[in-house]
């Protein structure tokens, strides 16, 4: 299947991971602030979640930088040119949104009690779901071979 093929199969989402990344924020802020279950950690220990925040910031700046330079589709269900396999993406077929789940956790970390910690796992399942297993599936039919390879080489995660 080519790139035009595959373009009308897998559609590019309305609500990209950034967005869902500031749900998560939102949703995260709201049970802190009217749901506190446990407080896990006080000031400063809870800013070691500011280094999850940044790792993640990181993480996802290189990525993202590996595509710009092959000039391939940043944003999920875009335009695939070609694989990339350097960079963060020789430990992991998923940098950016590992990142994002770092983001994620050093947010969760962050707001100091528990109830943060609830909204990970729907995180997590959502990102897998809506977009990992269907790019992967994209990736499949666009790139072939060369992406089975690539998938049998490279975790998914770590």
Not at 32 to 51: C, F, Q, T, V
């Amino acid at each position: 299947m080519d790139q035009q093929q595959a373009n009308n199969t897998f559609k590019t989402p309305r609500m990209v991971p950034p967005l869902w990344l500031l749900l998560s924020f939102v949703s995260m802020w709201a049970l802190d602030k009217w749901l506190p279950l446990l407080d896990l950690w006080e000031k400063p220990i809870n800013h070691i979640g500011s280094a999850f925040i940044i790792i993640g910031l990181v993480l996802n700046g290189w990525a993202a930088a590996r595509f710009l330079l092959v000039k391939t589709g940043l944003i999920p269900f875009t335009p695939v040119t070609s694989l990339v396999k350097t960079g963060p993406f020789r430990i992991s077929r998923n940098p950016m949104y590992l990142g994002m789940l770092s983001i994620a956790l050093g947010a969760a970390i962050l707001f100091g009690s528990l109830s943060p910690f609830a909204v990970l796992p729907i995180f997590f399942i959502i990102i897998r779901n809506r977009f990992v297993i269907p790019e992967e599936a994209m990736l499949e039919q666009v790139l072939g071979a060369p992406y089975l390879e690539f998938k049998a080489e490279t975790r998914r995660w770590l």
